[in-house]
């Protein structure tokens, strides 16, 4: 089963939200509970047995979210100025040469062994083949997002 990571935030939201950088320590994660909190104010529950990560990422994988489109929907859009925002998201909506780091960002998953693939009809989003990678392997999701998008 095909797995695809990352989404693009629905709507327009404002152009500055909270980044999640790769080296984003776990104190500073406290901008997911921010978000989190805002969510539960509007009717969110958290899914039953999700922690708010899938292996080392920091959003629920699409299939979840496309079950549960209903619950999210309505505070996502009432939430969107403080949902954190990952480097490759804010990349796409910044830099011009994003298509560029997106394909190095490729690459280097590939050379640590990783199946990932740019998603059909979408070249802002990855799938992994064969499902999340194992948590071992899944360091490198993180580490080749940072060696793509923090590199001159």
């Given at each position: 089963m095909?797995?695809?990571?990352?989404?693009?935030?629905?709507?327009?939201?404002?152009?500055?939200?909270?980044?999640?950088?790769?080296?984003?320590?776990?104190?500073?994660?406290?901008?997911?509970q921010?978000?989190?909190?805002?969510?539960?104010?509007?009717?969110?529950?958290?899914?039953?047995?999700?922690?708010?990560?899938?292996?080392?990422l920091?959003?629920?994988?699409?299939?979840?979210?496309?079950?549960?489109?209903?619950?999210?929907?309505?505070?996502?859009?009432?939430?969107?100025?403080?949902?954190?925002?990952?480097?490759?998201?804010?990349?796409?909506?910044?830099?011009?040469e994003?298509?560029?780091?997106?394909?190095?960002?490729?690459?280097?998953?590939?050379?640590?062994g990783?199946?990932?693939?740019?998603?059909?009809?979408?070249?802002?989003?990855?799938?992994?083949?064969?499902?999340?990678?194992?948590?071992?392997?899944?360091?490198?999701v993180?580490?080749?997002?940072?060696?793509?998008?923090?590199?001159?």
């Open positions: 095909a797995v695809t990571i990352g989404r693009r935030p629905a709507g327009a939201g404002p152009a500055e939200r909270p980044l999640i950088r790769p080296d984003t320590s776990a104190e500073e994660e406290r901008i997911i921010v978000c989190t909190g805002c969510l539960e104010q509007h009717g969110y529950q958290k899914l039953e047995g999700y922690s708010g990560k899938v292996g080392a920091h959003k629920p994988d699409s299939a979840t979210l496309a079950r549960n489109e209903a619950k999210f929907a309505p505070g996502q859009k009432a939430c969107a100025d403080k949902e954190p925002e990952e480097l490759w998201q804010r990349a796409y909506r910044e830099n011009p994003y298509q560029d780091k997106f394909d190095t960002w490729i690459t280097c998953m590939r050379s640590h990783l199946e990932a693939a740019p998603s059909a009809g979408d070249s802002g989003t990855f799938s992994f083949e064969d499902g999340l990678p194992p948590a071992n392997e899944a360091k490198w993180d580490t080749c997002e940072a060696e793509a998008f923090t590199s001159k």
